[in-house]
């Protein structure tokens, strides 16, 4: 990992300053979005503004989303990288050039609202009371050589965190096994799956460039497609109609449910379904699935059991970073699912690092 020189702040700027880019060497500042949910900042913010989250351990597809935005900075009331484990996210901010700052105290997330105007030196933030400037919390900075130091802890800690990874999964599996499979035969949909291919969108690690690089198969082979909650908003971007869209429904946006895709709510496997509120509440029918697991492992398994012939994911969770990004310490239910319906399963994940385009002739498909 590369070691790049940490660009310095000069200190607190007044509040007629002309703002410049932090590469010019100046003060930061910028209006900011203030949320303890990245999936709601990411809604709300735009380019230029500052990302002010409550995530400990960022994750990949957060990062890349927040790059996407082009936002100033990220100000996080917890470690945007702890060191517990290798997650990507810090060091995508970083190579992005996006400044990243921690608060050393959590419990000043609290000061800060949606539209404050903030400024941000090397080891404190702060808004304007009128024209006078006013401290609102002390932070660190999250450079190259911080995030180099906490990287080689997570490297030395990963066999101790795949251990009890991996005893937490068997644990779960176990319990879930029996359960797994019930209330399949109670679910009944109207979209067609019985010999059909399925393109199953998640929101994981380059879902948008592994959709962009099956655009071809989609176009010759007509599969069922099938988003999983913000999945769902990705197949739109791309002018793609999801004819299934499978989640708990708190990602997927307006455009997306009003679509005329089938809707199946993730549920508890007690049958409540808080994902189920908003539709009501938006006059919107759907189908209501209860089952261990993730909205990923729902639709895999919803896929395979009605009939699909081949099953392709994009943007799959399938390992212990993935699955630590979620905030899960194991994936009991995605393991057992996998080897379910892994003779039709085609993992597209990191698809687009083939990018092998086909020379003559007609794709394999």
């Given at each position: 990992m590369?070691?790049?020189?940490?660009?310095?702040?000069?200190?607190?700027?007044?509040?007629?300053?002309?703002?410049?880019?932090?590469?010019?060497?100046?003060?930061?500042?910028?209006?900011?979005?203030?949320?303890?949910?990245?999936?709601?900042?990411?809604?709300?913010?735009r380019?230029?503004?500052?990302?002010?989250?409550?995530?400990?351990?960022?994750?990949?597809?957060?990062?890349?989303?927040?790059?996407?935005?082009?936002?100033?900075?990220?100000?996080?009331?917890?470690?945007?990288?702890?060191?517990?484990?290798?997650?990507?996210?810090?060091?995508?901010?970083?190579?992005?050039?996006?400044?990243?700052?921690?608060?050393?105290?959590?419990?000043?997330?609290?000061?800060?609202?949606?539209?404050?105007?903030?400024?941000?030196?090397?080891?404190?933030?702060?808004?304007w009371?009128?024209?006078?400037?006013?401290?609102?919390?002390?932070?660190?900075?999250?450079?190259?050589?911080?995030l180099?130091?906490?990287?080689?802890v997570?490297?030395?800690?990963?066999?101790?965190?795949?251990?009890?990874?991996?005893?937490?999964?068997?644990?779960?599996?176990?319990?879930?096994?029996?359960?797994?499979?019930?209330?399949?035969?109670?679910?009944?949909?109207?979209?067609?799956?019985?010999?059909?291919?399925?393109?199953?969108?998640?929101?994981?690690?380059?879902?948008?460039?592994?959709?962009?690089?099956?655009?071809?198969?989609?176009?010759?082979?007509?599969?069922?497609?099938?988003?999983?909650?913000?999945?769902?908003?990705?197949?739109?971007?791309?002018?793609?109609?999801?004819?299934?869209?499978?989640?708990?429904?708190?990602?997927?946006?307006?455009?997306?449910?009003?679509?005329?895709?089938?809707?199946?709510?993730?549920?508890?496997?007690?049958?409540?379904?808080?994902?189920?509120?908003?539709l009501?509440?938006?006059?919107?029918?759907?189908?209501?699935?209860?089952?261990?697991?993730?909205?990923?492992?729902?639709?895999?398994?919803?896929?395979?059991?009605?009939?699909?012939?081949?099953?392709?994911?994009?943007?799959?969770?399938?390992?212990?970073?993935?699955?630590?990004?979620?905030?899960?310490?194991?994936?009991?239910?995605?393991?057992?699912i996998?080897?379910?319906?892994?003779?039709?399963?085609?993992?597209?994940?990191?698809?687009?690092?083939?990018?092998?385009?086909?020379?003559?002739?007609?794709?394999?498909?």
């Amino acid at each position: 990992m590369q070691n790049v020189p940490t660009k310095r702040l000069p200190p607190v700027p007044m509040k007629n300053a002309v703002q410049q880019n932090l590469a010019g060497g100046s003060f930061l500042t910028g209006k900011c979005v203030v949320d303890r949910s990245t999936k709601q900042v990411l809604k709300r913010i735009r380019a230029g503004q500052i990302a002010v989250l409550s995530h400990q351990d960022l994750d990949e597809t957060a990062a890349v989303e927040l790059i996407e935005k082009n936002v100033s900075a990220v100000l996080n009331a917890r470690p945007t990288f702890s060191g517990a484990y290798e997650t990507k996210g810090a060091r995508y901010l970083l190579e992005a050039d996006i400044p990243v700052f921690d608060l050393r105290h959590p419990s000043d997330f609290r000061r800060f609202a949606d539209g404050m105007l903030l400024w941000l030196n090397e080891g404190t933030v702060g808004c304007w009371i009128g024209d006078e400037p006013c401290s609102l919390a002390s932070i660190r900075r999250l450079t190259w050589d911080l995030l180099n130091q906490r990287w080689k802890v997570a490297k030395a800690n990963r066999l101790r965190k795949f251990l009890c990874f991996a005893e937490n999964t068997w644990n779960h599996a176990l319990r879930d096994l029996e359960h797994l499979f019930a209330p399949m035969a109670q679910l009944t949909l109207r979209t067609e799956l019985a010999g059909r291919d399925a393109v199953i969108v998640v929101r994981g690690p380059h879902y948008k460039q592994d959709l962009r690089q099956l655009r071809p198969f989609i176009e010759h082979v007509r599969p069922v497609l099938i988003g999983v909650d913000g999945g769902a908003n990705a197949l739109l971007a791309m002018g793609l109609q999801p004819d299934l869209i499978v989640g708990d429904m708190d990602s997927v946006s307006m455009e997306a449910l009003r679509s005329g895709a089938e809707l199946v709510v993730h549920a508890y496997p007690d049958g409540r379904a808080p994902g189920e509120r908003r539709l009501q509440s938006l006059g919107i029918s759907a189908l209501r699935f209860p089952i261990f697991g993730t909205s990923e492992d729902a639709a895999l398994l919803l896929a395979y059991e009605k009939g699909a012939r081949r099953i392709v994911v994009v943007g799959s969770h399938s390992n212990m970073i993935d699955f630590l990004d979620k905030g899960r310490p194991g994936m009991g239910s995605t393991w057992l699912i996998r080897m379910w319906v892994g003779d039709r399963l085609i993992d597209a994940k990191g698809f687009h690092l083939l990018q092998t385009p086909v020379v003559g002739g007609e794709a394999p498909w």
